[in-house]
């Protein structure tokens, strides 16, 4: 339970602390946002309490939990994978201590319409960056005894001078250190200005104070930390900054060490070609954000990149680096069709990446697309994550079809234990044509995509192979090993 207030915090009587919490995608994930929050409550700071669950929990009894620390306020970060349990969650809330303040963040909250059914259970929703108007908010609380009166409950919180937050990473304990990813950031905002993202409205870009950045680096490397994931969109549009850090993590390699950054894909200086060939096998992931190679595409969701760049990039980093390429595409942008997004895929596959994360293009709240009502004969999904239906160049049956190319791609393709199926695939004169093949024969004959065991999966595509691409039986076992597979390592950042 949080430590009572000192009568000095107070100028009437209020009791209860603050509660910090959200609910991650799963467990080895850490809310980054919960930290920041807390470590920028100056002299609030240790009457709140960072208490973090995961969708798998349920909203009764994270309520409970929450509710053992009586506090007065309660921040829940909102994003669209935890929509539907905090709004459960919001509802028992609701009705059970209704004096309670609530105060909603994250970008699901913060930019959902604001006639939206569940926002009427929260006193408060903050949009943009909440550090410094979530601290502000909380002292006016508990010097008045109540909330500020405002002219709505939606307050726009303006970007913060990130050289002059406190740093959160002091906030990450024992146990995250030792289970849990630790989620870093060196750099906010992004240059772009992609019509289906969030970081659209995010520039410029703003970047931390570098010494005291690494010196929280090196406290958590002494306490145990190995595994780090930064969540920068950009994070090589700095070369001075990128080099420092790469700088950083070289000179304290040790077994276990592993990095993950966000990567612009055509732009990579000598500078960091020269640190990246260092790295030893398996401590640095590349994430890299290509969405489209198609041009006209690229026009119309107002993004810039120099394709040709992009893959000498990818292919150089491919030959020259041990690194681990996890590469981003996105079906269904605004005008591209099915064909245009296979020869993407196709172009991408023979770059070779380690991983091509095939997503589904989403109508989040706050993006310049959001705003573009039925742009293309786009009709999204009403709940979230809002992901296409269809378009003009894609009904919703295709869709569909794209939809279970995605998932099992990321099943077969990117599970690191079929490498003999994605060489071959590599020479078809399709591989997208290929793999849609199978995919449509898998659903065909199981009718389903998740809670697939991993022996029965191996049998299905070994008949695929056989049964959809005509392939020789012969042929397939050579390309196939069950056991090799069975054994193959894990993807990373998983």
């Given at each position: 339970?949080?430590p009572p ?6 100028s ?31 002299e ?15 909203p009764?009894?994270i309520?409970e ?8 306020i ?6 669209v994978w935890n929509l539907?349990?905090v709004?459960?969650?919001l509802?028992i809330?609701n ?10 963040g ?11 059914s ?12 909440g550090?410094w108007?979530f601290?502000d ?7 008045k ?6 002219q ?9 001078d ?18 849990r ?35 929280a ?8 930390a190995r ?7 950009t994070?090589n ?7 420092a ?14 990095v993950?950054?966000?990567m ?8 960091l070609?020269?640190?990246?060939v260092?790295?030893?096998q ?6 890299i954000?290509?969405?489209t190679f198609?041009?006209p ?12 760049a992009?893959?000498?990039?990818l292919s150089?980093?491919r030959?020259h ?15 591209e069709?099915?064909?245009?997004m ?5 172009r991408?596959?023979q ?12 109508r ?10 039925r742009?293309r ?6 709940v979230?994550p809002y ?17 279970r190319?995605a998932r099992y ?19 078809q004169a ?20 998740h809670?697939?065991?991993q022996?029965?999966l191996?049998?299905?595509v070994h ?10 039986p ?10 090799g ?6 993807k990373?950042?998983?």
């Amino acid at each position: 339970m949080n430590p009572p207030l000192p009568d000095s915090l107070l100028s009437t009587p209020v009791s209860g602390g603050i509660i910090l919490t959200t609910l991650n995608a799963r467990y080895r994930h850490a809310a980054l946002g919960l930290r920041c929050l807390k470590a920028n409550l100056a002299e609030l700071a240790p009457y709140a309490t960072i208490m973090e669950f995961d969708i798998h929990h349920r909203p009764l009894d994270i309520a409970e939990a929450l509710l053992q620390h009586r506090p007065a306020i309660i921040g829940i970060g909102v994003y669209v994978w935890n929509l539907e349990p905090v709004t459960h969650l919001l509802a028992i809330l609701n009705s059970i201590v209704p004096e309670t303040i609530v105060v909603l963040g994250g970008p699901e909250a913060g930019y959902a319409p604001e006639d939206a059914s569940w926002h009427a259970a929260a006193d408060i929703i903050i949009t943009g960056e909440g550090e410094w108007v979530f601290r502000d908010l909380c002292r006016e609380f508990y010097a008045k005894g109540g909330l500020p009166r405002l002219q709505s409950r939606r307050i726009i919180a303006p970007p913060v001078d990130l050289s002059r937050v406190v740093l959160p990473y002091s906030f990450y304990d024992a146990e995250d250190v030792k289970h849990r990813f630790t989620y870093v950031e060196a750099s906010r905002g992004c240059p772009h200005g992609c019509s289906f993202c969030l970081s659209a409205h995010d520039a410029p870009v703003r970047t931390v104070d570098m010494p005291a950045f690494l010196a929280a680096m090196g406290d958590l490397l002494h306490r145990g930390a190995r595994q780090f994931k930064f969540v920068d969109r950009t994070f090589n549009l700095n070369t001075a900054h990128a080099t420092a850090i790469l700088d950083f993590f070289l000179e304290r390699m040790c077994p276990g060490l592993f990095v993950h950054f966000e990567m612009i894909p055509d732009r990579l200086p000598q500078p960091l070609k020269d640190r990246l060939v260092a790295f030893p096998q398996g401590s640095i992931q590349l994430e890299i954000g290509l969405q489209t190679f198609d041009p006209p595409t690229r026009e119309r969701i107002h993004r810039r990149q120099d394709d040709d760049a992009a893959e000498r990039n990818l292919s150089w980093l491919r030959t020259h680096t041990r690194v681990h390429l996890h590469a981003d595409l996105i079906l269904g942008l605004p005008g591209e069709s099915v064909t245009r997004m296979g020869a993407g895929f196709d172009r991408l596959l023979q770059l070779g990446p380690h991983e091509i994360q095939v997503g589904i293009l989403k109508r989040l709240h706050g993006t310049p697309l959001a705003r573009s009502d039925r742009v293309r004969g786009m009709v999204f999904n009403p709940v979230a994550p809002y992901d296409l239906l269809a378009s003009d160049q894609i009904d919703f049956p295709t869709m569909q079809r794209l939809r279970r190319f995605a998932r099992y791609w990321d099943l077969i393709g990117n599970s690191g234990r079929f490498p003999g199926f994605v060489a071959w695939l590599g020479t078809q004169a399709s591989p997208f044509a290929s793999f849609m093949t199978l995919s449509d024969w898998l659903f065909a004959t199981i009718r389903q995509t998740h809670e697939i065991a991993q022996a029965r999966l191996f049998k299905l595509v070994h008949q695929g192979l056989v049964e959809a691409l005509m392939l020789d039986p012969l042929q397939v076992r050579q390309m196939i090993d069950p056991e090799g597979g069975a054994t193959s390592k894990k993807k990373m950042g998983a």
